[in-house]
């Protein structure tokens, strides 16, 4: 456990974890300390077990946790029937932009797949069938494919944080296609080494470019993010790497982000090794940029059993001391208000009752009326996590046959972070363009008109309780409100009632 905490502060990586029959789950204050610049967006995670078939949900009990699978994941968010009447999203294709990838991707889905009776992906079965009208899942890697040994960031521990990247890659195409079990889904891949700042973020957006001029994809899930603050030259850095936003706004091409997992804690880009915080509530870009549908993060408090009640019993705390809630804001949910984008158009009106300031206390710039992050919001915390099933060597126990010097462990964990939502978004937009015949594209002035008009409460569910305060962390959070907050956005997602509505309001 010394030398996997060392590797993590190696890697600039500060991500909790609790891991069977190493250490006992941690409290949520040791979960996730800051977030680091340029990370996947994994708030924490709990390994769960090798076997093939998914852990019981005494099992993810037993360690304080609770563990939606598909099913109950799509009554929570209340997209079961859309599927029952056959909109799966068929027709339309995810892309989700990961730096490494993942060598195990195509079998890890495989098995998810199979376990929870999901159509079988084109290109995951290991014996080449490929059924007739399956949808298709593919690699690419426009800007050079991952090496057999990814090479170290400028420390011994590259690849240790690539397994990282492995363990994102599996959370959020598993995932996109649990929520939109019929698109296609497209892994776009970066070879990037650099996980710091702004290094990696250039190779990152032409991976983007890529997809968008090619006409590769109608939505794109982006997992991760680097403070704003962590920008040396701020706004006329973030200007060198936002094209491929602008050309998808042109190209009705959806673009998602996760908001971060650090609360309003962020960390500056140097020094790499212990680099400071930002010394105010900050936000991390893409997710605070204005053409870009930010996600931030919740505790699930349904039943994840079945996803059709609220569950106050069972663990974790946040629920048990909330009761009769069924979301609560996330205390590492990234959200508060951008240094450098002044408050959209789509934000001048919102839910009645919503607390919108539109500064953070001590930042920079111009600080007054700036953009608010988040848009929305969705289950983001391990505590309330989804199952991942992942076979490629993972940061955890030693165990025998992972291959390798690494510490692994394969199978199921289940997994945290507001990169939980991206994916799961990106699928909900899927089925909505399925649904209208078109790509619905820039949705955020449709989410807004929609949720300042009479179904705000139909649409959305509204979360008022909680607060997005790293609990390692100083730094004031934002408390969770009626209306927009800048913990949860305009909640999260009543998605059959929501649909029909942003396909009008499109």
């Given amino acids: 456990m010394t030398r996997l905490r060392a590797i993590l502060a190696a890697c600039g990586l500060t991500l909790g974890l609790a891991l069977a029959g190493a250490v006992a789950a941690p409290t949520h204050a040791t979960a996730k300390p800051a977030a680091a ?25 037993a360690v304080g946790r609770r563990c939606f699978d598909p099913s109950a994941m799509a009554n929570s968010y209340d997209y079961a029937s859309l599927h029952a009447a056959g909109n799966e999203g068929q027709g339309k294709t995810i892309a989700i932009i990961d730096s490494f990838g993942s060598s195990t991707i195509r079998q890890d889905l495989f098995n998810f797949s199979t376990q929870f009776n999901l159509p079988v992906m084109c290109g995951t079965d290991p014996s080449g069938k490929c059924a007739s009208g399956a949808p298709n899942f593919n690699i690419i890697c426009p800007e050079g494919c991952r090496a057999a040994q990814v090479p170290p960031l400028n420390n011994s521990f590259g690849q240790e944080a690539a397994n990282l990247w492995s363990l994102e ?30 290094q990696g973020f250039p190779v990152m957006m032409a991976a983007e470019q890529y997809v968008i001029d090619n006409h590769l994809a109608d939505v794109i899930s982006q997992s ?26 042109n190209n009705n091409v ?82 508060g208000y951008s240094i450098l984008f002044p408050r959209p158009g789509f934000q001048n009106t919102l839910p009645a009752g919503s607390t919108f300031a539109g500064t953070s206390v001590g930042a920079p710039g111009p600080n007054t009326n700036m953009r608010g992050v988040p848009d929305i919001a969705y289950q983001a915390s391990s505590r309330t996590g989804v199952l991942v099933y992942v076979t490629e060597p993972q940061p955890g126990t030693t165990t025998t046959g992972c291959g390798g010097a690494s510490p692994c462990s394969t199978g199921w964990y289940v997994v945290g972070g507001t990169s939980c939502g991206s994916p799961q978004w990106a699928g909900i937009v899927a089925l909505a363009d399925q649904m209208a015949g078109k790509d619905l594209g820039f949705i955020n002035p449709a989410l807004y008109q929609v949720a300042s008009g009479a179904n705000y409460a139909s649409d959305f569910n509204d979360v008022t309780v909680g607060i997005n305060q790293n609990p390692t962390s100083s730094i004031p959070g934002y408390p969770a409100s009626t209306g927009w907050d800048a913990a949860t956005g305009l909640g999260s997602p009543k998605v059959a009632n929501l649909i029909p509505d942003l396909i009008a309001a499109s």
């Fill in 224 to 249: 991760f993010g680097a403070g704003e603050g962590s920008f040396h030259d701020g706004l006329a850095t973030i200007n060198q790497l936002r094209q491929a936003f602008v050309d998808a706004k």
């Fill in 169 to 198: 890659v599996s959370l959020d195409v598993e995932w996109a296609h649990a929520t939109a079990p019929r698109a296609n889904i497209l892994l776009v891949t970066t070879p990037t080494a650099e996980t710091l700042g702004v």
């Fill in 37 to 61: 610049p340029m990370l996947p967006a994994i708030g924490d995670w709990q390994y769960l077990g090798n076997s093939v078939t998914p852990p019981s949900q005494s099992a993810c009990n």
């Fill in 254 to 335: 959806t673009v998602l982000a996760s908001s971060g997992d650090g609360g309003t804690t962020n960390t500056l880009k140097e020094p790499v090794k212990n680099a400071g915080n930002i010394p105010y509530p900050s936000v991390i870009w893409p997710a605070s940029d204005p053409l870009v549908t930010s996600v931030g993060g919740t505790y699930l408090c349904t039943n994840a059993t079945t996803g059709t009640s609220v569950d106050s019993v069972s663990p974790p705390g946040a629920c048990q001391a909330n009761p009769g809630q069924r979301e609560v804001a996330w205390v590492d949910g990234g959200g």
